[in-house]
């Protein structure tokens, strides 16, 4: 697998992006580290109506669950669902979605539609590593916003990611940048092949569109949003930014096992 060269950014390279560190020391599992290394990363919202697909970049909370990663101030809450915003949560078991909103009392209830939301269901779920998840703008959003997302800079060596057969919505499970190339999909076992219907794909949105790379036997990431721009080899450039949730279309399970790529500049 060709390995790019890049130096994984944590955060600096992202616009509205801050980087702030303590003095305290913290255990992460097999090192100590000296610094105590938080992040705080603004991403911008879509326009009213639309969605956004993103991810938690940071550790929030104990489990980062959707009150750990927004809090009660981030996104807009209403008695009205209309007016509030929504995170979509995708269960790649169940192949089914969940809208989560938050009423104006800060607690996130289930928001499918009016009927479920009216119903007052309260719910905390788990935002696990490596996933992303939809953020639906509020109806009534004014037309430039920003949501940030803030805690601590993942410090674990390794982070098992479990990927199911079929779609899922992922994201890189550190606190950085990675380049396509550079991950670990093929090494874990994604499935290759020169037929693009037999490999796995992921789709990331850039560009205003969402763009396909299909996985070759050569271990690399090639263009395949169709036959014709598969079998003209164009390479995968990109990357997967932090902060940015994307489709994994998987030909069979997997663990998705990648290493955290910035650790040395910690220690």
């Not at 569109?209 to 271990?219: E, N, V």
Request: proline fraction near 4%.
């Amino acid at each position: 697998m060709h390995k790019s060269s890049k130096t994984p950014r944590i955060f600096l390279l992202l616009a509205g992006a801050a980087l702030i560190v303590s003095t305290s020391s913290i255990q992460a599992e097999n090192g100590v580290y000296s610094v105590n290394v938080v992040g705080f990363q603004k991403v911008g919202m879509a326009p009213a109506g639309e969605f956004i697909l993103t991810a938690p970049p940071f550790e929030a909370g104990v489990t980062n669950t959707l009150l750990d990663i927004f809090g009660t101030s981030t996104l807009k809450q209403d008695n009205n669902l209309l007016n509030c915003d929504r995170v979509i949560l995708h269960d790649p078991v169940e192949q089914v979605y969940q809208a989560w909103a938050q009423w104006t009392d800060g607690v996130f209830y289930k928001a499918n539609n009016p009927t479920e939301w009216n119903a007052g269901i309260a719910g905390n779920p788990e935002v696990p590593a490596g996933t992303g998840f939809w953020i639906v703008s509020a109806s009534d959003s004014a037309a430039e916003r920003a949501i940030a997302y803030v805690g601590d800079v993942v410090l674990s060596e390794s982070i098992p990611v479990g990927i199911l057969e079929g779609y899922q919505i992922l994201a890189y499970p550190f606190s950085s940048d990675v380049p396509l190339q550079n991950t670990s999909f093929f090494t874990d076992g994604a499935a290759r092949d020169n037929n693009m219907l037999l490999c796995d794909r992921v789709h990331i949105y850039h560009g205003g569109q969402y763009q396909a790379y299909a996985l070759w036997t050569d271990g690399q990431w090639y263009k395949a949003n169709n036959p014709t721009e598969w079998n003209q080899g164009i390479l995968a450039t990109n990357d997967l930014r932090a902060g940015q949730g994307f489709f994994y279309e998987a030909q069979a399970g997997i663990t998705w096992s990648e290493t955290n790529k910035y650790l040395g500049a910690l220690q």
